[in-house]
């Protein structure tokens, strides 16, 4: 990187370069409100490098929200100029709570190495401190928590680039009903929200909601698909003189009110989290997803703001999520795993504008697989005591698919068992001991296509993780399901396949 004095001389060779960092660095245009998240939870994440330079970059993405610190994608974001949060994990509130010098400590390591490359934005603290299921776990703590890191960065000179904020969930605010007007705090919070509330004023920080519509979606059967797509609705939702045809509109609203009641009528808001599931659930589709993503994004472009809040919009949104992840938390349902607008291995599920336009998404390039072999169980034998070892893998696995309404929710026995085998194998990096299941028989099955096919398909690595289910076709590998990562590489092997006439 040049020095700030070699402006002065004229060494034109570094100039080019130069400029070249400086537009890398300057702040995205006002409309690119949209970030993304990126979670880590999964069994085999995608390098950093590939993220960054495969998909966020290609791709236009102006912000990124870290779920948690990691020093490899720092390292590689810098320099790029998008926006960049970091988050702390619950964990930490209780450390970070009770010691400064841990705060200190958190702040240099995290942020202070990298502050002169990464547009850090903000530093979120927690991971939803305030969700109903935590109970009183993390009240004792957040607050100091984001106290005593707001204090190292006005130590270490950066309180006045970033800004400290807490994620609270949707049920931090209780609605009896769905009117807006009528939405509170809940009351287990109101101290520890007081105390809150009163730190993000001193510190011009925004309140950050995070939505979760599918959630919503679930459990209000008064509202219609319709109403969480952005769809237009004959009978809107009236609360006195306001209408609400969305669910984000009446969410934000609802936390107005909220925030009104508390006497912060003027604070900012950010929504940190808003998206909708490919699988694990019903109606938890890639067409549904798509649909509910661009009318996000078509109606944040707007500016319309919402009826508390006209020409007032959230000044931020991020979108869940950037890749799926197979171990998070299934605590919502299944479905969590499945917010990915990608693949785990950047492989577009559904179009999405997340900073590239109405392009197409681009997929991450050169992937590296694992090799194509699959753990089935031998259904020519007993397969009476299957039902522990099929939990077992389950819950070492992943088998949200194979949920009611799932991808894979149609796979009859033996197939499911099947398919919760060779899951388990797959994360388990297609170990040896990992296709064997207490005495149960097992077999592998690998893919060997026609040298003049393995380049084209890559034939020896693809993966099996993202396990597709669909049509009789796949009966020609395994039956009822062929267990590969992405439903691109699927499509390409059994048309190699084919050719192979096999």
Not at 26 to 43: D, E, I, L, R, Y
Not at 63 to 82: E, Y
Not at 371 to 393: E, G, H, P, R, T
């Amino acid at each position: 990187m040049p020095s700030s004095s070699s402006r002065r001389r004229p060494l034109r060779p570094l100039v080019p370069g130069l400029l070249l960092f400086l537009l890398a660095m300057a702040p995205p245009p006002p409309a690119s409100a949209v970030g993304v998240n990126w979670g880590f939870a999964s069994s085999h994440s995608l390098p950093a490098a590939q993220v960054v330079r495969g998909l966020l970059l290609p791709n236009s993405v102006p912000r990124v929200r870290l779920a948690a610190a990691s020093s490899d994608a720092l390292a590689v974001l810098a320099g790029t100029g998008i926006a960049v949060s970091v988050g702390v994990p619950d964990a930490l509130l209780r450390p970070l709570a009770s010691s400064t010098k841990a705060a200190t400590a958190w702040v240099h390591n995290n942020v202070t190495r990298y502050s002169s490359s990464v547009r850090f934005e903000y530093i979120v603290v927690g991971d939803e401190p305030f969700l109903l299921r935590h109970g009183q776990n993390f009240h004792p703590f957040v607050v100091r928590a984001a106290e005593n890191v707001q204090q190292a960065l006005v130590h270490a000179k950066l309180s006045g680039k970033m800004k400290v904020v807490v994620p609270c969930s949707a049920d931090t605010f209780q609605n009896a009903s769905t009117l807006p007007s009528k939405a509170s705090f809940r009351s287990d919070v109101n101290k520890t929200m007081a105390d809150l509330l009163s730190f993000l004023a001193n510190s011009s920080s925004p309140f950050m909601v995070e939505l979760d519509p599918f959630f919503s979606f679930q459990h209000n059967k008064n509202m219609s698909l319709d109403y969480y797509l952005f769809q237009l609705m004959s009978h809107p939702v009236k609360d006195g003189q306001n209408k609400y045809d969305n669910y984000v509109d009446a969410s934000i609203d609802a936390l107005v009110t909220s925030l009104t009641k508390a006497g912060f009528s003027d604070m900012d808001i950010i929504v940190g989290r808003a998206g909708w599931p490919t699988d694990g659930a019903v109606n938890a589709t890639p067409a549904i997803a798509q649909s509910f993503m661009t009318g996000l994004v078509n109606h944040l472009a707007k500016k319309s703001g919402t009826p508390l809040r006209p020409k007032v919009p959230p000044i931020e949104m991020y979108l869940f999520s950037l890749l799926d992840e197979d171990q998070r938390s299934i605590a919502s349902g299944g479905y969590e795993r499945h917010h990915g607008i990608f693949t785990f291995d950047g492989q577009a599920k559904y179009y999405a504008n997340i900073g590239q336009g109405p392009k197409s998404l681009k997929n991450t390039p050169d992937v590296n697989y694992l090799l194509s072999k699959w753990c089935v169980v031998d259904n020519n034998k007993d397969l009476s005591n299957v039902s522990s070892s099929f939990s077992s893998a389950c819950s070492n696995g992943d088998c949200t698919s194979l949920l009611p309404g799932g991808s894979c929710s149609g796979l009859a026995w033996p197939g499911n068992v099947s398919y919760a085998f060779n899951n388990y194998y797959q994360q388990h990096d297609q170990s040896e001991d990992s296709c064997y299941f207490n005495g149960l028989d097992t077999f592998l099955v690998s893919l060997h296509l026609r040298k003049s096919n393995q380049q084209k398909v890559k034939t020896a690595h693809v993966v099996a993780h993202f396990q597709i289910c669909e049509g009789n076709d796949w009966a020609i590998v395994v039956p009822l399901c062929l267990f590969v990562r992405s439903e691109m590489a699927a499509r390409q092997i059994l048309m190699a396949m084919k050719e192979d006439g096999k």
